[in-house]
């Protein structure tokens, strides 16, 4: 009896839940690593764009004017999570995952929305396009999740 106790003993307490989703989302994290370096490149890239452009703009050889450039660094986010649907994409060995979608998704819809801000179009045309992205998001990820 004293033999059984003592491999009892040796045994790992099972682990609850809670460690185990903690475990598997830093599997996920390291498998995903940093984000990439074109996401940063393309950043500094556009941050030296825009610097260019002000410039030009300053001193009289540039006539173009955007009065809502600011929306230009909404860029910066959907850049990012461009790369994030393409790392998930990638990682779920090319398979439309529900992150890689909802990714997508949320850039696409912040790239509608520096669109419309950058050239001042009509809301009344383009907000309905961001209720049908919302629209198709929510669908995709119902229908797409039970296969």
Not at 20 to 40: D, F, H, I, M, T
Not at 56 to 67: A, C, M, N
């Amino acid at each position: 009896m004293n033999e059984q106790s003592s491999t009892q003993n040796n045994q790992p307490e099972p682990k609850s839940w809670r460690e185990e989703r903690w475990e598997r989302r830093q599997a996920r994290r390291a498998a995903l690593g940093s984000p990439g370096k074109g996401v940063v490149v393309i950043s500094g890239l556009l941050l030296v764009l825009l610097g260019i452009v002000f410039l030009l703009q300053t001193s009289g050889y540039l006539t173009i004017q955007l009065e809502n450039w600011g929306a230009i660094f909404i860029l910066i986010p959907v850049l990012a999570l461009f790369d994030r649907a393409s790392r998930e994409y990638r990682i779920a060995g090319n398979q439309l995952t529900p992150q890689a979608r909802g990714a997508a998704l949320v850039g696409l819809a912040l790239l509608v929305v520096m669109v419309v801000v950058l050239f001042n179009l009509n809301w009344a045309i383009y907000g309905p396009v961001l209720v049908i992205l919302v629209g198709l998001g929510l669908l995709s990820s119902t229908l797409l999740s039970s296969r």
